[in-house]
């Protein structure tokens, strides 16, 4: 019998599936309402204020991978931060970040790159960043264990030894429904009944308002195996319960996630 062909509903995602989902005109407009009226959460702010030298520390450059619309970046440059780069995937997302620093007089770098290339990007050959970020789970929506190890590789083959990294993910096992609902996943895992366009376990692939969203959920166990493989020390990570309770508009916006900070090794 000829081999049946998978329908798009049962293909495996691909970054070039998750680069179009954050392209859909729904994402597009999620991100860009949030770079303009939301800003930094607390516990964002919070974080930064930890591992950033107080504004406007020209002389230490700020990379802001999976930037979006710019909600990081120009919320940032509001606070006085000078040294700013940021770069995204998704083209269209790309452009609406340089909007909002237009208009809003911000002089931001931003690039069109994908985190798992970064060093075949010409802006990026000499680059040496003092610090690094990829917030609101970018990281994560990066398909396979190995490219989100190669993108961490290639974001540390960018900084200068001991600059931290402060990046967020979705925990596994944060509360009892979660956990329970991924017993029940390792078991259709273990009978190969998982949804087909799924590739690690931890993967999760949902439509809401935005569109379609690829998201990998990892365990600590695997982030601190990442970040010891990939050019990473840990410094330390805390849910962001722990940190501060935030507004409800950022609730609505986000669910709960681990902030993670490391170094880069030297
Ligand atoms: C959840 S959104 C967060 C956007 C923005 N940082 C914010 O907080 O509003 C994740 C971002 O990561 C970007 N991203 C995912 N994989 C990427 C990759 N391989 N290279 C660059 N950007 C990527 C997506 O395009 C998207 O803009």
């Known amino acids: 019998m000829p081999p049946v062909a998978k329908t ?18 729904r994402a597009v407009m999620h991100y860009t309402k949030a770079a303009h009226d939301l800003g930094l959460w ?17 002389n230490f450059p700020i990379l802001e991978a999976g930037c979006g619309a710019g909600r990081i970046s120009v919320a940032l440059h509001s606070l006085g931060y000078q040294n700013l780069t940021g770069f995204d995937f998704a083209g269209e997302l790309v452009e609406q970040a340089v909007s909002l620093a237009t208009a809003r007089s911000a002089a931001i770098t931003f690039h069109h790159a994908d985190a798992t290339k970064l060093g075949q990007h010409p802006a990026f050959a000499s680059a040496s960043f003092a ?21 961490l590789r290639q974001i540390a083959a960018v900084c200068q030894p001991g600059a931290p990294l402060l990046f967020t993910t979705h925990d596994r096992d944060h ?6 609902s991924w017993r029940l996943e390792a ?22 308002h935005c569109g379609d969203t690829f998201m990998h959920l990892p365990d600590r166990a695997e982030i601190l ?11 330390e990570d805390h849910l962001r319960r722990e940190l501060t309770k935030e507004s409800r ?4 916006f986000s669910d709960e996630c681990r902030f993670w900070v490391a170094a880069r090794a030297s």
């Open 8 to 25: 798009s509903a049962q293909r495996p995602v691909t970054a070039a599936q998750v680069c179009a989902d954050f392209n859909d005109v």
């Open 42 to 58: 607390a516990s964002e702010r919070l974080m930064l204020e930890r591992i950033l030298p107080p504004p406007p520390a020209a």
């Open 131 to 151: 610090a690094a970020l990829f917030l609101f789970n970018g990281l994560m929506q990066i398909p396979l264990r190995r490219n989100r190890r190669r993108a």
């Open 175 to 180: 509360s009892p429904l979660e956990r329970a």
């Open 187 to 208: 078991r259709r895992w273990a009978e190969g009944k998982q949804d087909p366009r799924l590739r690690e376990f931890g993967d999760r692939r949902f439509e809401d």
């Open 225 to 235: 195996a990442d970040l010891a493989a990939s050019g990473w020390t840990h410094v």
């Open 249 to 252: 508009p950022v609730r609505e």
